[in-house]
C-alpha cells in the first residue's frame, strides 16, 4: 500500500509540475545581476530581458545587486524561490575565479545553481599602447620573458580572471609580467591607452575604444578562435601559446531546484533569441558571439575552466584582497 501511495504521489506531483510549466510565466520575472547598469553583464540581461518579455507578454525586471566580488545578487538568486520568477545573469567571474580566488565562497555552482545557457562569449585581447615597441605578440612575449617582472600589464583588478591570464602565461610559456591592477577595466585600458603602463589585458569591448581612436593595438587573443568582428587579430593558440585559453563569458542561471520543464521552457525561448539577427548584431557590436548551449554542455564547459582557474591560482599563488 506504501508503494502505490508513493507511486500515486509521484504522479500527482509531476503532473502539478507539468501544469505549472504550462502557465509559466504567469507573473513578472526578475534577472539579478551582480554590476551596475551599464556594464558587459547588465547589458547582456537587458537585451534578452527585453525580448523574453516581448514573447511572453510578461514584464522581465533587470535588478542590479553590485558588490562583494558579485557575492550579494549570486546568494539571492541562489536563496531565491526555485519557480523560474528569478534568475540570474552571471559572467566567468562569479562562476569560475570566485570559487578558485576565495576558497570559502558563501555559494557552490553545483549545489546552488541550475545553468540555463550561455548568452555570449567575448574574446579577451592582448593590447600594446600605441608608442610601444612591441609590435606582435611575439615581441612583447619575447620581452616579457628576457625580463620577468618588468614589463607592466593592466588588469582590471587582482584575481580577476584577466591577472589569471596574465599568470597562466607565466606559468605555460615563461613570459612573466609585472601586474598592475586597477579597478575596473574602463580604469585598466585607460591607464595602458594614456601610456602609464605599456601593455594590458582586457575585454575586447573595453579595448574597442582605445583601439578605435589609435592609442592602443590588440596583438592576441586568448580565446581559441579569432573573432568574427576583428579577423585580424591572431589568437595565443595559433602563435605558439596553446595551452592559454579563456574569455569572459556571460551566462543565464536559475536557482537549483527549478523544475525540469520550466528549465526547459526558459531555454527553448533563450535559445530562439540568441538566433535573432538584431540580438546577434548587438553583441557582436561589442566583439562577442552569442551562445546558446544546451545547459549540460554549458556546465561541462564551466567546470573545465574552473578546473584550469584553480589550477593556475595555486600555482601562481594568487590571494584575494
Given at each position: 500500500m506504501r508503494f502505490l501511495a508513493a507511486i500515486a504521489t509521484a504522479t500527482m506531483t509531476l503532473a502539478a509540475t507539468q501544469a505549472w510549466s504550462q502557465d509559466?510565466?504567469?507573473?513578472?520575472?526578475?534577472?539579478?545581476?551582480?554590476?551596475?547598469?551599464?556594464g558587459f553583464v547588465d547589458t547582456a540581461a537587458r537585451i534578452v530581458g527585453q525580448k523574453l518579455g516581448e514573447r511572453w507578454g510578461q514584464q522581465v525586471i533587470v535588478e542590479n545587486r553590485p558588490g562583494g566580488n558579485g557575492f550579494i545578487a549570486?546568494?539571492?538568486?541562489?536563496?531565491?524561490?526555485?519557480?523560474?520568477?528569478?534568475?540570474?545573469?552571471?559572467?566567468?567571474?562569479?562562476?569560475?575565479?570566485?570559487?578558485?580566488?576565495?576558497?570559502n565562497a558563501p555559494y557552490d555552482f553545483e549545489r546552488d545553481f541550475r545553468p540555463i545557457t550561455l548568452i555570449n562569449d567575448a574574446p579577451i585581447a592582448w593590447v600594446v599602447n600605441n608608442n610601444a615597441p612591441y609590435k606582435t605578440m611575439q615581441d612583447l612575449l619575447a620581452a616579457a620573458k628576457a625580463t620577468p617582472n618588468k614589463i607592466g600589464a593592466s588588469s582590471p583588478g587582482n584575481g580577476s580572471i584577466n591577472h589569471l591570464v596574465m599568470e597562466w602565461m607565466g606559468l605555460t610559456h615563461g613570459s612573466k609580467f609585472l601586474h598592475v591592477?586597477?579597478?575596473?577595466?574602463?580604469?585598466?585600458?585607460?591607464?595602458?591607452?594614456?601610456?602609464?603602463?605599456?601593455?594590458?589585458?582586457?575585454?575586447?569591448?573595453?579595448?574597442?575604444?582605445?583601439?578605435?581612436?589609435?592609442?592602443v593595438r590588440a596583438l592576441a587573443l586568448t580565446t581559441a578562435e579569432r573573432t568574427p568582428a576583428f579577423k585580424d587579430i591572431p589568437t595565443l593558440k595559433e602563435l605558439g601559446v596553446k595551452e592559454v585559453e579563456a574569455s569572459i563569458w556571460v551566462g543565464l542561471f536559475a536557482p537549483k531546484n527549478v523544475p525540469q520543464p520550466i528549465a526547459d521552457k526558459i531555454y527553448g525561448e533563450v535559445a530562439k533569441i540568441l538566433e535573432l539577427p538584431d540580438v546577434k548584431a548587438r553583441f557582436a557590436a561589442g566583439g562577442g558571439v552569442t551562445g546558446g548551449m544546451k545547459p549540460a554542455e554549458f556546465t561541462a564547459k564551466i567546470k573545465r575552466?574552473?578546473?584550469?582557474?584553480?589550477?593556475?591560482?595555486?600555482?601562481?599563488k594568487i590571494k584575494a584582497e
Open positions: 509559466y510565466p504567469a507573473k513578472p520575472i526578475r534577472i539579478l545581476v551582480p554590476f551596475a547598469p551599464g549570486v546568494l539571492a538568486a541562489a536563496k531565491a524561490p526555485a519557480d523560474g520568477y528569478t534568475l540570474l545573469m552571471a559572467h566567468t567571474g562569479e562562476f569560475v575565479v570566485n570559487p578558485a580566488v576565495f576558497p591592477p586597477y579597478k575596473g577595466g574602463a580604469p585598466a585600458m585607460a591607464a595602458t591607452a594614456g601610456g602609464e603602463v605599456p601593455a594590458g589585458i582586457a575585454a575586447l569591448s573595453s579595448a574597442m575604444p582605445h583601439m578605435q581612436s589609435g592609442r575552466e574552473s578546473t584550469s582557474a584553480k589550477k593556475v591560482v595555486v600555482e601562481a
